[in-house]
């Protein structure tokens, strides 16, 4: 794994659009990302060669509310653990950084979930149930 290392910062627009696009994730313009990205609470790109390879974010208001968003690895270098690299990362900063009151929240497609939970994170259904509003 020394191959691979893992930086805290936010990825640049151009990398944040390529990542989203390449692993599957829903597109981003460039003005949503050039506006979004500024507002990254905390964020970590995992580098290769020198390339953003993968990347993770949280946002939210830095008090009362995160969300973990943005979990992505390239399609060829999934299966290392890079994903729980970058989970593990996000939720070290936020049990450092974020008030005990805070509600972290996320959303996990398809089997996603099961990485989610080796890290804490619980369904909230039947309680409650994620929704999402499209303004296209």
């Given at each position: 794994?020394?191959?691979?290392?893992?930086?805290?910062?936010?990825?640049?627009?151009?990398?944040?659009?390529?990542?989203?696009?390449?692993?599957?994730?829903?597109?981003?313009?460039?003005?949503?990302?050039?506006?979004?990205?500024?507002?990254?609470?905390?964020?970590?790109?995992?580098?290769h060669?020198?390339?953003?390879?993968?990347?993770?974010?949280?946002?939210?208001?830095?008090?009362?509310?995160?969300?973990?968003?943005?979990?992505?690895?390239l399609?060829?270098?999934?299966?290392?653990?890079?994903?729980?690299?970058?989970?593990?990362?996000?939720?070290?900063w936020?049990?450092?950084?974020?008030?005990p009151?805070?509600?972290?929240s996320?959303?996990?497609?398809g089997?996603?979930?099961?990485?989610?939970?080796?890290?804490?994170?619980?369904?909230?259904?039947?309680?409650?149930v994620?929704?999402y509003?499209?303004?296209?």
């Amino acid at each position: 794994m020394s191959d691979y290392q893992l930086i805290e910062r936010t990825p640049t627009i151009e990398e944040y659009r390529e990542l989203r696009r390449l692993s599957g994730l829903s597109g981003k313009s460039e003005a949503a990302a050039a506006r979004g990205l500024p507002n990254t609470i905390h964020a970590v790109v995992i580098e290769h060669a020198g390339e953003a390879i993968g990347m993770g974010r949280v946002i939210g208001d830095g008090g009362t509310a995160y969300q973990v968003t943005d979990i992505a690895v390239l399609e060829a270098h999934r299966g290392k653990g890079l994903g729980k690299r970058i989970v593990a990362a996000l939720v070290d900063w936020l049990k450092a950084n974020a008030p005990p009151t805070a509600y972290v929240s996320l959303i996990a497609d398809g089997p996603a979930k099961a990485l989610y939970a080796q890290y804490g994170f619980a369904e909230t259904a039947p309680k409650s149930v994620g929704m999402y509003l499209w303004l296209k």
